[in-house]
């Protein structure tokens, strides 16, 4: 099924300004176009702009993308390349999970401490 570069963005919920730039940028490999010269965004295209977007969120540089892009048409000579950056990435996802957990820990010692203090001075001044 085709997809208007609307209905991506809507589905997506990613703007057609930045789905215009990552084609620009070459981060979309097989994106295709129809008589009239209109993108028509495939199933396999959402799946790559669905990835892009999770490598931009770890940070991943948009050269840094185009060079898996890169690698990825190259074809099956470059999957190991291609498996080492996203280990790479999702090792950065990881540190990020163990940060966030180690500061929700901190978090919540400090909302039980607000707790306690709470029910300690409900105690106190409902025994007055």
Request: glycine share 6%; charged share 30%; proline share 1%.
């Amino acid at each position: 099924m085709g997809y208007s570069i609307k209905e991506v963005s809507e589905k997506l919920n990613i703007s057609q300004y930045t789905l215009r730039y990552y084609e620009k940028e070459g981060l979309i490999p097989y994106l295709q176009r129809n008589y009239s010269g209109r993108r028509v965004y495939s199933d396999n295209d959402l799946i790559w702009i669905q990835l892009i977007g999770c490598m931009r969120a770890t940070g991943m540089s948009i050269a840094y993308i185009k060079n898996y892009v890169e690698l990825t048409v190259q074809g099956k000579g470059t999957l190991l390349k291609r498996r080492e950056i996203i280990l790479e990435q999702k090792e950065i996802i990881e540190a990020e999970i163990r940060k966030y957990s180690d500061l929700l820990a901190v978090v919540n010692i400090k909302l039980q401490c607000y707790y306690q203090l709470i029910e300690d001075d409900f105690e106190e001044n409902s025994s007055e």
